[in-house]
T-cell receptor
Framework: RKEVEQDPGPFNVPEGATVAFNCTYS??????FFWYRQDCRKEPKLLMS???SGNEDGRFTAQLNRASQYISLLIRDSKLSDSATYLCVVWNNNDMRFGAGTRLTVKP | NAGVTQTPKFQVLKTGQSMTLQCAQDMNHNSMYWYRQDPGMGLRLIYY???????DKGEVPNGYNVSRLNKREFSLRLESAAPSQTSVYFC??????????????FGPGTRLTVL
């Protein structure tokens, strides 16, 4: 079993749609959680950290459920520029574990 | 600031050849990392350096060596390249010690093909 699992997608949604990505992790001792965004043939970049209380950044909302070892990312009012692969990342003591990513395509 | 830079951007090797991938960061970060990214696998940590003078193995270290030359530079060496090492290699850096803020900054990647 992979340490971090994501639905690979692809998710194809129209502009303006709301889309949610899920991620599960296996190491209950994991300390920090992140969502990264990776555009095609580019490097990953931090989208947002995920806090226990949940957090929001504009159209993006991240949630963490430690009991179920589950992380989610919700994107509201999707834009064409949101098309990318979204990587779920779990951190434990200098060991970053990446999910394989969920690919999102937003269409006009 | 250039952030994290990597050279070369592309490389083709024959099986058995050696090469060194270079990485440098200008953000005064303590920690640096080398990852490989393969389709369907996500990024996997090869080696990391928590601070200047220290290096540690990650998830997939076999076939690689690293050198933390100074605080800015962290190189990855393939002594005898194998086709299984065909991948995209990313270098990253981060400022360790800030609680809940282990953002990693990535370089643009090196696309390596081993024939």
């Amino acid at each position: 079993r992979k340490e971090v699992e994501q639905d690979p997608g692809p998710f194809n949604v129209p502009e303006g749609a709301t889309v949610a990505f899920n991620c599960t992790y296996s190491n209950s001792a994991s300390q920090s959680f992140f969502w990264y965004r990776q555009d095609c043939r580019k490097e990953p970049k931090l989208l947002m950290s995920v806090y226990s209380s949940g957090n929001e950044d504009g159209r993006f909302t991240a949630q963490l459920n430690r009991a179920s070892q589950y992380i989610s990312l919700l994107i509201r009012d999707s834009k064409l520029s949101d098309s990318a692969t979204y990587l779920c990342v779990v951190w434990n003591n200098n060991d970053m574990r990446f999910g394989a990513g969920t690919r999102l395509t937003v269409k006009p | 600031n250039a952030g994290v830079t990597q050279t070369p951007k592309f490389q083709v090797l024959k099986t058995g050849q050696s090469m060194t991938l270079q990485c440098a960061q200008d953000m005064n970060h303590n920690s640096m990392y080398w990852y490989r990214q393969d389709p369907g696998m996500g990024l996997r940590l090869i080696y990391y350096s928590a601070s200047e003078g220290t290096t540690d193995k990650g998830e997939v270290p076999n076939g690689y060596n690293v050198s933390r030359l100074n605080k800015r530079e962290f190189s990855l060496r393939l002594e005898s390249a194998a086709p299984s090492q065909t991948s995209v290699y990313f270098c990253a850096s981060s400022e360790v010690g800030l609680a809940g803020s282990n953002e990693q900054f990535f370089g643009p990647g090196t696309r390596l093909t081993v024939l």
